[in-house]
């Protein structure tokens, strides 16, 4: 079976690499210079486990082969950014221009019966509009499908295969032939939809999660009122069979939860009251969190931070939406200068070392739970900065150890240390 695979990014090109692995012929389709002359040498433009060695497999066989020009296929798989447009005093609103670019693509290569599907997530009825576009195109005969993607960065390869996957088409045929498509990679069960209600799984599930996480962060900002500790409250809460609250944090990124409820807003102004906060919310995190600093900074006469980790979560080098970058941009609003050190990220224009961050640092600022972070030695860390205030919003850092090693611990949904 022949695949056009249009955008190599985060899902794309690991997508790309597992249908080739499962003996598919795949072409890639993707625009960008930058990624194109990075995989002509071979080299994967992002970082995931074992990503790299099936990419070389797979250019050595040919099995994967790469351009900035569509071919004709079977089956036309999209996987393109689906950003929202902020600015303004509205709700953020979907941005389909690049799945309707991608579908200009296929038109100039589209045959009668070919199945294009949708992973990009999508507002509802994204599906059928890529569908109408393309009919304006004078494609008439093809088949639409939509079937998200579910996969963990740092997990992705795995994931792919054995997650299990929800695939809608406009018509039970192009349900079938979709379905008939991921049973060749896919080892989970692929279960039949249509593509109406697969846009909404992936929407229901993202913002499941963003809300969950807005009642852990409002409930932090409720106990900073208070002489107790937020993760005390959740640890004994969730001593309850039917309570699972989820830890707070510095606010919420990544192209998923930070973006796709949206979408469901959008599709539902009037009605997605309770959706619409929670994403305000966790919006709003990170800027609370940076007045509560500054604060405490400026009565000590601080004016100096350092802030380890711009990605979205742990040992990924995605900042996409990164709460930590509005964080950052929210202190330095606040007069506070911020030196910032993300060793995930190569040759990134506005990151230093670790040690260069702290060289001035009055506060140590983790941002994202890396591993190497993880792994800093607090004695040696202490040798390094003059800096002996830690805010941890991630919560990722022994906080005994550092404690025994002169440095005081700043949390989110406590008083202690917060005295101005």
């Known amino acids: 079976m022949d695949l056009c695979i249009y955008g190599l990014g985060y899902i794309g090109l690991p997508t790309a690499v597992v249908c080739a692995e499962a003996g598919l012929h795949v072409h890639g389709v993707e625009i960008s210079e ?13 970082e995931e486990p074992g990503l ?22 079977a089956v036309h798989l999209v996987a393109v950014p689906t950003p929202f447009q902020a600015g303004g005093r509205g709700d953020p609103q979907p941005d389909l221009s690049y799945v ?13 019966h070919d199945l294009v599907i949708l992973e990009s997530t999508s507002p509802p009825g994204a599906t059928e509009k890529l569908a109408k576009h393309l009919q304006g195109l004078g494609c008439d005969q093809l088949l639409y499908a939509y079937c998200p993607e579910r ?3 740092g997990h992705i ?3 792919l295969v054995e997650n299990d996957r929800v695939v809608g088409g406009l018509s039970p045929e192009a349900t079938e032939r979709a379905v008939e498509f991921y049973r060749h990679f896919v080892s989970g069960e692929v279960l039949a939809t249509t593509a109406r209600t697969a846009e909404y799984v992936k929407l ?13 962060n409002e409930l932090a900002m409720i106990c900073e009122r208070d002489p107790v500790d937020v993760a005390e409250v959740i ?5 309850h069979p039917r309570v699972q609250i989820l830890n707070p944090g510095i606010g919420v990124g990544g192209h998923c939860i930070s973006v796709d409820p949206w979408f469901l807003v959008s599709s539902a102004p009037q009605q997605a009251e309770v959706i619409r906060q929670a994403r305000r919310r966790n919006d709003g995190t990170p800027v609370h969190l940076a007045k509560r600093l500054a604060a405490l900074m400026k009565a000590r006469g601080f004016s100096q931070a350092a802030l380890l980790g711009v990605a979205y979560k742990p040992d990924v080098d995605d900042d996409r939406e990164s709460p930590a970058w509005h964080f950052a941009t929210a202190l330095t609003k606040l007069e506070i200068n911020v030196a910032v050190a993300d060793p995930l990220f190569v040759d990134h224009p506005h990151l230093v070392s670790t040690q260069a961050a702290l060289a001035q640092a009055e506060v140590i600022i983790v941002g994202a739970g890396h591993s190497v972070f993880k792994a800093l030695e607090p004695e040696h860390v202490a040798g390094w900065t003059q800096a002996r205030l830690v805010f941890d919003p991630t919560a990722s850092l022994d906080h005994q150890r550092w404690s025994e090693a ?12 917060w005295d101005v």
């Not at 930058?34 to 992002?46: D, Q, W, Y």
């Not at 993202?206 to 009642?215: E, G, L």
């Open 34 to 46: 930058t990624k194109r002359a990075c995989l002509a040498e071979g080299s994967s433009p992002i």
């Open 52 to 73: 790299q060695e099936a990419l070389t497999a797979c250019l050595q066989t040919g099995r994967l082969k790469v351009s900035a020009q569509p071919t004709q296929a």
């Open 100 to 112: 309707l670019a991608a579908g200009d693509a296929i038109a100039t290569v589209a045959r009668p």
């Open 151 to 153: 996969v963990l960065p």
């Open 157 to 159: 390869l795995r994931e």
């Open 204 to 216: 229901a599930e993202n913002t499941f999660r963003d809300i969950n996480i807005a009642y852990a």
């Open 235 to 239: 640890t004994l809460a969730n001593r």
């Open 406 to 417: 002169g440095f005081h611990i700043l949390k989110v949904g406590n008083q202690t240390g």
